[in-house]
């Protein structure tokens, strides 16, 4: 099983800045099988990146994704108010498919 | 627009069983992959089952393995998991997910999601 560990557990921003988020795997994620999601309280998560780097339907350019291997990142180049949130990082490379822990976003 | 709509969870007593369903409409339903995602009170994400848009591959999770049996119904465009000796650790959301392609298990529509909850 390829265990995700994201970091870090909480990351304290305030609007206008760029948010950095790390997602490392135990062992190599099979061709960059690698999505980021995030999930407001009470809501589904939604679909942010897939592919290691490339975005959703409808997700803006100032999300973007990169990494390979076992090191993979997820960036927000400016924050808005309503990208405060759980972020979760995914591989599906190989079964058992399984998650990061996730990192609260939270506005500081 | 893809919509997926899961039937209502419920309070199960220990050691009984729940069927979920998954109504799902706006795309081609046996052309994805669907899955079973869970999420625990307060805790993160967890998946629970995946099949392919054929249905001829599943996967489960180990929690899963044994006790829930996911399907499909392509003629009714619906996903199904069947869950048996239910535990108090399995009360959670479970989110019906759907794939990215018919073999592709990274989820690009989700439900609204089904609490199930396990206590006597």
């Known amino acids: 099983e390829i265990v995700l560990t994201q970091s870090p557990g909480t990351l304290s921003l305030s609007p206008g800045e760029r948010a950095t988020l790390s997602c490392r795997a135990s062992?190599?994620?099979?061709?960059?099988?690698l999505a980021w999601y995030h999930q407001k309280p009470g809501q589904a998560p939604r679909l942010l990146i897939y592919g290691a780097s490339n975005r959703a339907t409808g997700i803006p350019d100032k999300f973007s994704g990169s990494g390979s291997g076992t090191d993979f990142t997820l960036t927000i180049s400016r924050l808005e108010p309503e990208d405060f949130a759980v972020y979760y990082c995914q591989q599906y490379g190989s079964s058992p498919i399984t998650f990061g822990q996730g990192t609260r976003l939270e506005n500081k | 627009e893809v919509q997926l709509l899961e039937s209502r969870g419920g309070l199960v007593q220990p050691g009984g069983s729940r069927r979920l369903s998954c109504a799902a409409s706006?795309?081609?339903?046996?052309?994805?992959?669907m899955s079973w995602v869970r999420q625990a009170p307060g805790k993160g994400l967890e998946w629970v089952a995946a099949?392919?848009?054929?249905?001829?591959?599943?996967y489960y999770s180990d929690s899963a393995q044994g006790r829930f049996t996911i399907s499909r119904d392509n003629s009714k465009n619906t996903l199904y998991l069947q869950m048996n000796s239910l535990r108090a650790e399995d009360t959670a959301v479970y989110y019906c997910?759907?794939?990215?392609?018919?073999?592709?298990?990274?989820?690009?529509?989700w439900g609204q999601g089904a609490l199930v909850t396990v206590s006597s």
């Open positions: 997910a759907k794939g990215g392609g018919s073999y592709s298990f990274y989820f690009d529509h």
């Open positions: 706006g795309f081609s339903f046996s052309t994805y992959a």
């Open positions: 099949m392919s848009g054929s249905g001829d591959t599943t």
């Open positions: 062992q190599s994620v099979g061709s960059n099988y």
